[in-house]
């Protein structure tokens, strides 16, 4: 049974299970009691030799680059080396490749462990995975990787440092939290990773208070209630103060006009006001509330302005020291100082399920059963796909077709194709291929092309096979998938020539396995 955590990365919070978060917030409570104590805390130094731990600021970086350093200065010693990159004079600032980079970086010491920060999405997960081919390929140690931040997907180590924070406020009790997320939420990383740091607690309750603007992105907020949270939405701080079930913990985040458009930035004024606390709010206050960011606050327009500083609601400033000793905790984990009384290896997610269903065949009919009624000529061999795009508009449903045609280079000249009106009134297309068999690769990307679809396989003018097709559990492997965000890294434009892979979600979307942007499979083809 595998107890350590080497090799293991996070690069988005569900990266550690439950049990493993619990485990790290523990092992935190230990290390701060003994160093207040003047115990000694050697435990928690990494032991193994040559172990290189590389600080990767490709974005520009203050609170969390330096909470870094020193948590991994605490385990510098003739056994740990520490690297800090400077993000101005960076190799990836020169159009190097990622993967490259970081696959020569670990040849350098027997184990390494990196922490990366980078304005684009989804670089944790790919290093993850290409490096640590590399790795098996030189037998090579495989090397852990720390998401410190990704444009705004999601920040971890912050998630881990604030769930810590808010159990160290409620005694480590973790039966239920009722917390207000204020600010940014729709740019604001910290937040998005709630929607499953707040796991640990066994009920939630999440008022979230943003204007239109800036409101959480449907896609999280529907996360959160699939986690079970209860979830309320509130435009202004002004009015969340009008109703009486307030929030014992509030987690403001600045405003990022740095990554806003010129539309938003003209109501900036207004945008400020809506999530900015002010004294008259105090009375309306219940006892016992703590306010928290993840600083720093913006100078001249702060959510959480200074006149609050020297009051009980402060608890940024707590929130802040304990980055500190959470990220030396969790280097120690990923450094194999610390061991759990479980089983840490990773539990790998199947994703298997029949999306090609074999459907009942109506005997006697020549070719194409149904089809010769249409005005379709009956083919002696080959496939007819139908039911293309079934109930959508007659122009939708030649999109469909083009895009079949397109993706599936089905350009024989012999083919056929339409559109006709169903029984019950909508209109379907149709494809029809002589002498042409689809391979099971083309069937599951006409899968996620256009689902329930069917295709029927001719042969001696008789249907010899024929089934119903619905989106495949993951979608990978093709050159003409491609994913909607821009600052995905598996985005063309990035030079990192990383193909996109999808899994498809609860609601039948596909979700981004980098940055975990959810598609349409309308959406997930360059085509």
């Known amino acids: 049974m595998k107890r350590d955590f080497l090799g293991r990365s996070l690069a988005v919070i569900e990266d550690l299970s439950v049990e493993e978060q619990m485990f790290l917030y523990e092992k935190t409570r230990e290390l701060k009691q003994k160093w207040h104590e003047r115990k000694d805390v050697s435990d928690f130094k990494i032991k193994k030799k040559n172990v290189g731990i590389y600080i990767v600021f490709v974005e520009p970086s203050t609170r969390t680059k330096e909470s870094f350093i020193n948590a991994a200065k605490f385990h510098s010693g003739p056994n740990v080396k520490v690297n800090v990159f ?37 670089v944790c997960r790919l290093l993850e995975r290409k490096v640590s081919e590399f790795a098996v390929r030189n037998n090579i140690e495989i090397p852990s990787f720390i998401n410190a931040g990704d444009g705004k997907h999601e920040h971890p180590t912050q ?5 810590y924070t808010f159990l160290e406020q409620n005694n480590f009790d973790n039966t239920f939290i009722h917390v207000a997320l204020v600010g940014d939420l729709l740019h604001g990383r910290t937040v998005h990773s709630k929607v499953n740091g707040l796991k640990i607690f066994r009920s939630v309750k999440v008022d979230l208070i943003a204007p239109e603007e800036l409101k959480m992105p449907e896609y999280y907020i529907e996360k959160m209630r699939e986690n079970g949270f209860e979830v309320r939405e509130f435009h202004s701080i002004e009015e969340y103060l009008k109703q009486k079930d307030i929030a014992r913990v509030w987690y403001f985040t600045r405003l990022q006009l740095e990554r806003m458009g010129e539309d938003i930035l003209e109501k900036e004024h207004l945008l400020r006001e809506a999530v900015t606390f002010k004294k008259e709010y105090l009375e309306k206050l219940p006892d016992g509330v703590k306010f928290y960011h993840p600083l720093p606050r913006h100078k001249l327009y702060p959510t959480i302005p200074s006149f609050l500083d020297p009051l009980p609601l402060n608890g940024w400033e707590t929130q802040a020291r304990n980055g500190y000793w959470v990220r030396i905790v969790l280097l120690s984990m990923f450094g194999g100082a610390i061991e759990a ?37 009956p083919i002696d061999n080959g496939t007819v796909i139908d039911h293309i795009a079934k109930g959508k508009t007659p122009e939708e449903i030649y999109a469909t077709i083009v895009k079949i045609r397109k993706i599936l280079h089905l350009y024989d000249v012999d083919s056929a194709d339409g559109i006709f009106r169903s029984s019950d009134g909508s209109f ?21 092309i256009s689902p329930s ?14 089934y119903r097709i619905k989106l495949p559990p993951t979608i990978y492997g093709f050159e003409e998938l491609r994913c909607k965000n821009e600052s995905c890294i598996t985005n063309p434009a990035h030079g990192e020539n990383v193909s996109p892979s999808f899994v498809r979600n609860k609601k039948g979307q596909f979700v981004c396995e980098y940055c975990e942007t959810p598609h349409s499979f309308e959406e997930i083809w360059s085509i």
């Open 159 to 163: 998630e881990l440092l604030d769930e």
């Open 341 to 377: 009384p479980f089983d840490t290896s990773r539990k790998q997610i199947k994703h298997e399920e029949d999306f090609i269903i074999p459907a009942p065949i109506t005997h006697g009919n020549k070719g194409v059963q149904k089809d010769g009624k249409r005005g379709i000529k």
């Open 453 to 466: 679809t069917t295709v029927n396989i001719i042969r001696n003018s008789t249907v010899a096979e024929k």
């Open 86 to 122: 400077d993000s101005e004079h960076s190799s990836f600032n020169k159009q190097e490749s990622y993967v490259d980079t970081f696959s020569m970086l670990t040849s350098y010491s027997d184990y390494s462990i990196f922490v990366v920060r980078t304005r684009l999405e989804g």
């Open 428 to 448: 379907k297309g149709y494809i029809s291929l002589p002498n042409r068999y689809l391979s099971k690769k083309e069937i599951k990307k006409l899968a996620a």
